[in-house]
């Protein structure tokens, strides 16, 4: 059974830095691509930054130059470094995982995920 657990989540100030867990426990495909997603209260949920087997990184243009997503594959955790945030930054962040790994063009579809975490909240206050 898959289960993906995301922390880190909290309040900050308008340039300010948080760092976003998720612990992945039961995926152990070896083509994959794990990604964070994004939904602000009443809109759709957007990609924010994908990382796949092969060690290619995507990102969402609102996001390049501040946010950087890694993983500790020996941990089975995936991370979220934000820098600079801004309020529109301010979401519910989702982690979430798919296989086999897919193109860029893909990479935020959300139909292309089959496991997603609960949801941490990240608040940026101006």
């Known amino acids: 059974q898959v289960q993906l657990v995301e922390s880190g989540g909290g309040s900050v100030q308008s340039g300010g830095s948080l760092r976003l867990s998720c612990a992945a426990s039961?995926?152990?495909?070896?083509?994959?691509?794990m990604s964070w997603f994004r939904q602000i209260s009443g809109k759709a949920r957007e990609g924010v930054a994908a990382?796949?087997?092969?060690?290619?990184?995507t990102y969402a243009d609102t996001v390049k130059g501040r946010f950087t997503i890694s993983q500790d594959k020996a941990e089975n955790l995936l991370y979220l470094q934000m820098n600079s945030l801004k309020p529109e930054d301010t979401a519910t962040y989702y982690c979430?995982?798919?296989?086999?790994?897919?193109?860029?063009?893909?990479?935020?579809?959300?139909?292309?995920?089959?496991?997603w975490g609960q949801g941490t909240q990240v608040t940026a206050s101006s």
């Open positions: 039961g995926f152990t495909y070896s083509s994959y691509c």
């Open positions: 979430a995982a798919g296989y086999p790994m897919m193109g860029v063009a893909f990479r935020f579809l959300l139909s292309e995920y089959a496991y």
């Open positions: 990382l796949c087997s092969d060690g290619s990184t």
